[in-house]
């Protein structure tokens, strides 16, 4: 297999021309982008805060075999916010142990975190604008409905965190098969390691290894997407926070807030036509994604939080 590096610096969004990067398919729809970090001279000083909380987050944290030993790696992981999936009746809050689930909403609560999942968020309004107006239309129906979810952070409608905590926060070869195939998922690398000698995020379908400094971001649909990361040397840390949404939150949505077992027993009719124009609704999910050309223009429209 033939694998392209792409040398990244991660530097600038919006003025570099080098940066960021966007990722296309064949017919030139933007399928991800390699957002890099704000235009911000105290950004470096936001990643350190980061790493700050996360490290003191992880020293209060009991973490369980199912935390340390998983698909995505071996280290230690918790996830906040609302799902919907895995077993889960309807869609929930994370459940995390007091201890746990305290440690977390501090880590939610610091500034610099905030900062970083902002600016997530807003990177991916800017890339994806008309996937970002869809998932934030329903997400509005699935909180009027269920009032008791609770988002994160104020400045992001990601419903879902995990915070990969360090040392070694390397990812295996993986996808994220219970995420939303049609919406992207926001990767922010954090820790202390040299870039140019470990940490690159692969992109095994796109024959990609980038070169992935700490405080800078990525977004992809990680649900169908392989991606991990490499290696970092002996006496280097590296953490991870991404930002998410199930897609079962948005099928509960779709099949008018029930499981697909209540709705063929409740309207047979109705799932018969739901089932049968699953092709169709990829399509017209997929129809979201910008093009190369439409951007601009999809960009420009007003968005909605």
Known sequence: MCVQSVCWDAFRVL????????????????????????????????????????EAAAKKCMFQDEHLNHRRGFF???????????????????HNTPSNAAALDELCQNTAVKRIAGFGCTAYSLYAPNVHRSTCASLRKLCKKHPTLRFNFPNSMFPAATFNFGPGAVCVEHVDCMNDACNWCHIAALGSFDPDHGGHFVLFDFKLVIRFPPGSSILIPSSIVRHANTSIRPGESR??????????SMCWVETGFRTLGDFYSQDPAGYQSYCSRLK????????????????RGDAAAPMVF
């Open 239 to 248: 953490m991870s926070m991404t930002q998410y949404c199930a897609g079962g």
């Open 15 to 54: 003025i570099n021309p080098r940066t960021p990067y966007i990722l296309a398919d064949a017919q030139e729809r933007v399928v991800a982008v390699l957002a890099g970090r704000p235009v911000d001279s105290s950004w470096d000083e936001v990643v350190k805060e980061a790493n700050r909380a996360m």
């Open 280 to 295: 169709s609704r990829i399509m017209e999910r997929v129809s979201l994604f910008s093009t190369l050309d439409s951007l």
């Open 76 to 94: 230690p992981a918790l996830a906040t916010g609302f799902s919907y999936g895995g077993g889960q009746k309807m869609p929930g809050n994370f």
